[in-house]
């Protein structure tokens, strides 16, 4: 009855009269109850009133049909060589415009091109052909970035007068101190970063932003820092100058000393020949790796009791380059990374609290009873590739470094295994020596170790002591590959998970083979003299856990029968 009398009332001329609450939001006769649909440009996306994305659509011209609500318009990754100012103009409401990795190049973008934008915020400009920054962003402008373009130029208002600007990409453009006017970041006073690297700047830049708190600029020309020209930077943080030119000549006693927050300094990749004066006590990371300092000197690090992490690798320290106490003002020291220097000992009188200790790739021959006694809370210790002979390793060596996980001792001319390793050793590497033969005895309480590399040395099974591997209870990889056996050894570890025994002379593998090893998942065994039938049925079949077997480079195809409940993989035998 009800719905008889509003039909009949909606056919009467004139306006219905009310009819309660419930029915005052009732539709007109012909209108539609849904919104009208939000205009989008073809094969773009609107997820949102606000939102136009038109990414990777191959687009060489600006879509039209652009909603003037939109905030967010992604274009990148199209083929679009020109912006055009009408288009644009009507964009007034833009908060963001991402052009990235277009052909866009400086005649598309015309100067007027942004005047309408006032609500610009965020701007994308990057890997497109620009060879000149535009002469005007918005004053709104947070996020700049013209990254991998080819400019060559940027002008007073590309960046100045922008109060709200946080961060400036200009990285990998053909930027020379030419093209940066003195005035480039007038007015801007808020920029934390600032990205010049990869560009062609023959010196630090002068009047950069005193806000700074990251600044690259590696990878460019620089052979010096004007005096003052990081005098204003107060709050810089990270401070980024690998990979230039600078020479001793280059930096002076006052070129870091104003910079009191400066925690990250890297000078890596240049022709430094000593340690520069005047750094900043607040440093943590000093790299001055792959530079020719031949000498340090503990007058210019004293204070740095923050200093946690030293980079010294690659330069030409030799003999006497490091002298004994040189860094032990460094106290809070963690890391020392010494690699390649020509160092002919283990430095003396480190800091206390030295963690890691890298020292691959020197002279090193000799390892004292006490070379290491003043470093007791080390936890990774280096000598990889040097000329550390079993002879000349004293059997006290590593006594007192109870804290130790990592031991790296590969590429030396070792003929046994050390003595007196810790027994918190998780990781030993020692590969690459002359080892002829394993002992029990030095790996005796090693029931923490997790990892042992014995590759590239001359063992044989013969050679193997009994009960070598009894204590090491947690073994999870054992690395036997390119020695001298003859068959897979006995008695293996029975945590064992990963087992290497390619580049062998493994001819047979036998029933029992795997029988300590019920956890293992891995195992290599190629290019040993495996044939057709080399390897038993039943060799496998107590490995419930095995997911790879690889026999590949064995002089014949190797039919290898994995376990019921292990899935096969595709390398799993084969020729």
């Known amino acids: 009855m009800r719905l008889s009398i509003l039909l009949l009332l909606l056919l009467l001329p004139g306006p219905p009269p009310a009819l309660g609450m419930e029915d005052a939001s009732f539709p007109h006769l012909g209108e539609s109850s849904q919104p009208p649909p939000r205009a989008c440009p073809p094969r773009c996306s609107c997820p949102r009133a606000d939102t136009v994305d038109c990414d990777g659509l191959d687009l060489r011209v600006f879509p039209d049909n652009i909603t003037r609500a939109a905030q967010h318009l992604s274009l990148q990754n199209n083929q679009l060589q020109e912006l055009p100012y009408n288009e644009l103009s009507r964009l007034s409401g833009l908060r963001t415009l991402n052009l990235h990795n277009n052909l866009i190049s400086s005649e598309g973008l015309p100067d007027e091109a942004f005047e309408s934008l006032t609500q610009l915020q965020h701007i994308y400009v990057a890997h497109n052909k620009l060879s000149v920054a535009p002469q005007f962003l918005p004053r709104s402008l947070r996020v700049a970035d013209l990254a991998a373009n080819e400019v060559t130029e940027i002008f007073p208002l590309t960046f100045g007068e922008k109060p709200a600007l946080r961060s400036v990409y200009l990285h990998n453009n053909q930027l020379s101190n030419a093209g940066l006017p003195p005035d480039a970041f007038r007015g801007s006073e808020a920029v934390t970063t600032l990205s010049l690297s990869s560009n062609r700047l023959s010196y630090v830049p002068p009047s950069l932003p005193p806000s700074l708190e990251r600044l690259h600029l590696q990878d460019n020309l620089i052979s010096k820092v004007p005096r003052g020209a990081l005098s204003r930077?107060?709050?810089?943080r990270e401070l980024y100058l690998q990979h230039n030119r600078l020479a001793d000549s280059g930096l002076d006693a006052t070129t870091f000393s104003k910079l009191h927050c400066l925690e990250y300094l890297d000078l890596s990749h240049n022709q430094l020949a000593a340690v520069p004066a005047g750094l900043p006590r607040t440093l943590a990371v000093l790299h001055l790796g792959r530079n020719r300092i031949r000498w340090v000197e503990a007058a210019r690090l004293h204070g740095m009791r923050g200093l946690r992490y030293l980079l010294l690798q690659h330069n030409q320290l030799g003999t006497a380059g490091l002298p004994a106490g040189a860094l032990r003002p460094l106290r809070g020291l963690h890391t020392l990374h010494l690699y390649g220097n020509g160092l002919d000992h283990v430095?003396?009188?480190?800091?206390r609290r030295l963690r890691a200790l890298v020292l691959p790739h020197n002279r090193v021959t000799t390892l004292g009873a006490h070379d290491l006694a003043a470093t007791p809370r080390l936890t990774e210790l280096n000598l990889a590739y040097n000329c550390l002979a079993s002879a000349r390793v004293h059997p006290r060596a590593f006594r007192r470094l109870r804290a130790l996980r990592s031991l790296d001792l590969a590429g030396n001319q070792l003929t046994r295994l050390p003595t007196g390793l810790p027994a918190g050793l998780h990781t030993l590497r020692l590969q690459r020596n002359q080892l002829r033969a394993l002992e029990p005895e030095p790996l005796a309480g090693l029931d923490q170790l997790q990892e042992l590399s014995l590759a590239h040395n001359r063992l044989r099974v013969g050679d193997i002591g009994p009960g070598t591997w009894h204590e090491l209870q947690a073994l999870q990889v054992l690395d036997l590959s390119h020695n001298e056996l003859s068959f897979v050894p006995p008695d293996l570890p029975e945590?064992?998970?990963?087992?290497?025994?390619q580049g062998?002379?493994?001819?047979?593998?036998?029933?029992?083979a795997f029988l300590s090893t019920p956890r293992l998942r891995a195992l290599?065994?190629?290019?040993?003299?495996?044939?057709?039938t080399s390897i038993a049925p039943e060799a496998f079949l107590g490995l419930p856990h095995l997911r790879m077997v690889d026999t590949t480079g064995n002089p014949e195809h190797v039919l290898v029968r994995l376990p019921p409940t292990a899935p096969r993989r595709p390398w799993a035998g084969g020729p």
């Not at 930077?233 to 810089?236: A, K, P, R």
């Not at 945590?495 to 025994?501: F, P, R």
């Not at 062998?504 to 029992?512: Q, T």
């Open 504 to 512: 062998n002379r493994i001819s047979h593998v036998g029933p029992e």
């Open 347 to 351: 430095p003396q009188a480190l800091p």
């Open 524 to 532: 290599f065994l190629r290019a040993n003299r495996l044939h057709m």
């Open 495 to 501: 945590a064992l998970e990963e087992l290497h025994l």
């Open 233 to 236: 930077q107060t709050h810089l």
